[in-house]
């Protein structure tokens, strides 16, 4: 087995992980997954860094302290750059799943990809959090629930970030009716380590074949939790992203695509957690085309009612309602506090029905900053690996950006700068590093490093990272970048 770790970020100078090697619950689950986790320092001097892993909880007993290599626990990292730490490469870390703890003597932020590695792809990615809470949303969850993509299971990984021990509950939300199916208890999580429930593997008396819903994760009155959800889609899918603490009733979808010719939509989950029912017509979500593209916004409205708890998925696959090749920016209005998070699957006919899967989080339109950290940046690797750079304006007052790409001076690539990049009113920038940068993000073939976006009006980000070498399978990874005020 591999090392798969599970990246929860705690504090601003504190960073807390969830690592492990697990064999999850879905047709991907039988695979051996490991994890990469990349730790940027946000501050103006170097930081110090210590990290110390945990092996994950069986439910009963402590998993206890788990040793890596030197290199991987004690590490410097000058201003704005980052540090790769490979789980699969650590010579001291013992097969399994767990957790670990990041700190630091400066601001620092980090993201985790999951990988399949020497096997048919099957990858994800997400950010960490900037704290823990007593409760956390996560749209959607599933179970043996066949589809055109394949089977769905879902997994939800629960680390412990408070100061003692607590007892979570895993509350299944019907997607149907929003009503309490079954609550999962995990007694006496430990400090620091983390629980891997697999709905598949697990519920096999408390759920049907076919379920499918949303999930609430709570901790005893007291206690601090994080939680990240994992969906494996047909053989080698998989989608993962970090849980919500907290709704609001403006979102941002810093890119939207919507029957693109090489079969990618992206299906938006939302789900209702104000406590009550939205009424049909009180969600809104207003697309805004790409500049390219010369085409009028359009909107989708909640077409019924959405029970509390419940979530509604706006699907544009093989959909009138939306257009034929568009791609853009969107934003979420809703009546009442909504969360939301993003697929993109290639999933457009039953000719374009790939494995390939990618997620990542809405952002809350009332964020302020206007600066955006990116700890990993890709432009057309050896590997076949680059990242696509999507940044949103969160407000309806267009403004221009400044990108800062600094390269990882160990890979020997030089920074970057692009300045004076216009931002449309309610939409977004796209740096396509798969492509040719000249006369847009000026990246040449083989860079790796970090960027630093600074714009003129609140902004936040998304980053694809994909695979152009990838024949079958899942290679691609999407995370959000950090927006900092």
Request: glycine share 10%; aromatic share 8%; proline share 4%.
């Amino acid at each position: 087995m591999k090392k798969l770790s599970v990246l929860v970020i705690l504090g601003v100078m504190v960073v807390t992980l969830a690592l492990g090697v697990a064999s999850v619950s879905a047709q991907a689950t039988t695979k051996s997954l490991s994890t990469v986790y990349t730790v940027q320092n946000l501050g103006s001097s170097t930081a110090n860094v210590q990290v110390s892993y945990m092996k994950q909880y069986d439910g009963t007993t402590s998993g206890g302290a788990w040793t890596a290599d030197p290199a991987n626990t004690t590490f410097t990292l000058t201003a704005g750059t980052s540090k790769v730490v490979a789980q699969y490469l650590d010579s001291t870390l013992t097969d399994g799943a767990g957790s670990a703890t990041i700190s630091a003597d400066q601001p620092v932020a980090a993201i985790v990809n999951m990988l399949a590695r020497g096997q048919t792809p099957t990858s994800g990615s997400y950010t960490a959090f900037s704290e823990g809470a007593q409760s956390f949303f996560l749209p959607f969850a599933f179970k043996n629930l066949v589809t055109s993509v394949g089977t769905i299971n879902s997994q939800i990984i629960i680390m412990n970030v408070g100061s003692s021990a607590t007892t979570v509950y895993v509350d299944l939300i019907n997607g149907t009716t929003g009503a309490v199916d079954y609550t999962k208890t995990i007694s006496n999580l430990p400090v620091g380590e983390s629980y891997y429930y697999d709905q598949a593997l697990e519920d096999d008396a408390n759920l049907p074949d076919g379920w499918y819903g949303s999930a609430q994760v709570r901790a005893d009155s007291g206690g601090l939790v994080a939680a990240v959800g994992n969906q494996f889609t047909g053989n080698h899918g998989l989608l993962t992203y970090p849980g919500f603490s907290a709704g609001a009733t403006e979102w941002v979808v810093p890119l939207y695509v919507s029957r693109l010719s090489n079969g990618y939509n992206a299906v938006m989950a939302i789900q209702n957690v104000s406590g009550g029912t939205i009424s049909a017509g009180g969600i809104d979500v207003v697309f805004t085309p790409d500049p390219s593209l010369a085409a009028s916004p359009f909107t989708i409205t909640l077409p019924s009612d959405l029970a509390n708890n419940g979530t509604w998925t706006v699907n544009p696959r093989q959909n009138s309602d939306f257009p034929e090749g568009s791609f853009g920016a969107a934003k979420i209005t809703a009546s009442a506090d909504v969360v939301a998070i993003v697929n993109q699957l290639d999933n457009e006919t039953s000719a374009t029905t790939s494995d390939s899967a990618l997620s990542f989080n809405a952002f809350p339109a009332n964020l302020t900053g206007t600066r955006v950290e990116v700890p990993l940046i890709m432009s057309r690797l050896p590997n076949g690996y680059s990242t696509v750079l999507t940044v949103a304006n969160l407000t309806d007052t267009a403004g221009t950006c400044d990108f800062h790409y600094k390269g990882d001076p160990g890979y020997g690539s030089s920074n970057v700068d692009v300045t004076g990049v216009t931002l449309p009113a309610g939409g977004s920038i796209v740096h396509n590093h798969r492509l040719d940068g000249t006369g847009s993000h000026e990246l040449p073939a083989d860079w790796y490093g970090a960027a630093t976006v600074e714009c003129t009006q609140p902004a936040a980000a998304i980053v694809n990272q994909l695979d152009a070498d990838a024949t079958s399978g899942d290679a691609d990874l999407s995370y959000n970048a950090f927006t900092v005020d």
